[in-house]
Structures are given as C-alpha cells and as structure tokens.
C-alpha cells in the first residue's frame, strides 16, 4: 500500500477560507513534500519539510510535520479559486533508496 | 522552456505492441524518476536513475517494462507487449541534489497512454 494517505479525499470551500489537508504516513522518513496537480497539467512541488523540522511557511502555504504521529498537514490560508487542484503528499522511504511514494490526494475545489 | 519535456504526449496502441517514451529532464539535474498515474489515484513510483545508473527499480515493474539512459541525459521508458491495464500517464521527474536525501522534484507534463 501507498505510503502517504490523505484526509479528506476532497473538499469543497469558499474563496478566501482557509483549507488544511492531512497526511499520514507508515514508516519513519527524511523528508515530506506536498505537490499541487491541476486538472490536465503536470505536478508541481510546492513545499518540502525535513524530519527534523516541525513547521515550514512558504506563502498562502503553511506545513507541519508531527514525527510521532507520522502525520503532516498542509493548510491554505485565504484560498482562491485558482487553488483548485488535487494536493499531493510524497515522502521518500526512509530504505536508503530514492523510492518517492505519494498518496491518493485531497482534491480541493474553491468556489469563487 | 527549460522545464521537463516528455515525447510524445499522448500515444494510442494496441493490445500488444511495443510503445517507448522518451523523457528530457532539466539539463543540470543528474537524478531523473518514471512515475505512472492513473485516474485519481497519486503518482506510482516505477524506477530512478542517477546520472546513466539505474538505481532503484519498483517491484511493481513487470519484466515488459525497461528504462535506460544511456548518457545520463534524456530517458526512455519501453513498455513490451502492451496490455489494457498498462493504459495511465506516465511522468518523468528530476531533480539536482547530489546528497543521499530527497528533493524537489521538478516534472514533466506526462505521456497518456491509452492501450485499446
């Protein structure tokens, strides 16, 4: 199975509320990236957070990453109806490897 | 554009017969990643290569599938004898770290792979 899952499996808000997506995990990891995919295009990364770290910002963006729990959350202050996309956790394995492996995706619509 | 380019991008076969996939990553990233991605499901890991090595091959790969990248530059992806469940997108990633972590990971818009 997927290493990374995320809750919900979609979500449906209004422009400028705030959005938080979570994701769990199996096995200890180095890092924990979240990747946006809008309906036809490519992926795009949008945050990487260490082991070692426990918030990272980046914009709109806000990251955590609760080791203990093997959980991340990715919260989307203000949202607009760009923000409209599936959202993507990855976490490499943690093996010694490079195996990146995602979850399903929160799929996130914003109603303007 | 310097981004990730995949060739071609959609590519209708049939059952059987032999499709390959061609990958241009980002000219200075040494490490280039295969994916698969079907319909609402998250990006399937399938292989990796650092620089012209291949490293890291998923258990997922039948023996009808093969990378190479023979100059450590563009990357092939040959599927062998297609079949119906071999239909997804296929994507091609790269990044440039050098270190034994994971990075960002940069990529490309996908090959649609539809087999009838």
């Known amino acids: 199975s997927q290493q990374g899952e995320e809750d919900p499996q979609a979500l449906s808000i209004q422009e400028g509320e705030n959005a938080t997506m979570n994701c769990s995990y199996k096995t200890s990891i180095n890092n924990l990236q979240w990747y946006r995919q809008n309906s036809g295009r490519g992926l795009v990364h949008l945050i990487l957070i260490r082991s070692n770290e426990r918030e990272k910002h980046s914009g709109r963006l806000r990251v955590t990453l609760d080791t203990s729990k093997k959980s991340s959350s990715l919260l989307i202050t203000a949202s607009r109806a760009a923000d409209t996309a599936s959202y993507f956790c990855a976490t490499d394995a943690n093996t010694g490897g490079f195996k990146t492996i995602f979850g399903a995706g929160t799929r996130l619509f914003v109603k303007a | 554009d310097t981004g990730v380019s995949q060739n071609p991008r959609h590519k209708i076969t049939k059952r059987g017969q032999n499709v390959t996939f061609r990958c241009d990553p980002i000219?200075?990233?040494?490490?280039l990643y295969w994916y698969r991605q079907t319909l609402g499901q998250g990006p399937e890991f399938l292989t990796y290569f650092q620089n012209e090595a291949q490293l890291e091959k998923s258990r997922l790969l039948s023996d009808r599938f093969s990378a190479e990248r023979p100059k450590g530059s563009f990357s092939t992806l040959e599927i062998q004898r297609t079949e119906q469940g071999d239909s997804a997108m296929y994507l091609c990633?790269?990044?440039?770290?050098?270190?034994?972590?994971?990075?960002?990971?940069?990529f490309g818009p996908g090959t649609r792979l539809t087999v009838l």
């Open positions: 990633a790269s990044s440039r770290r050098d270190g034994l972590l994971l990075d960002e990971q940069f």
């Open positions: 000219s200075e990233h040494n490490r």
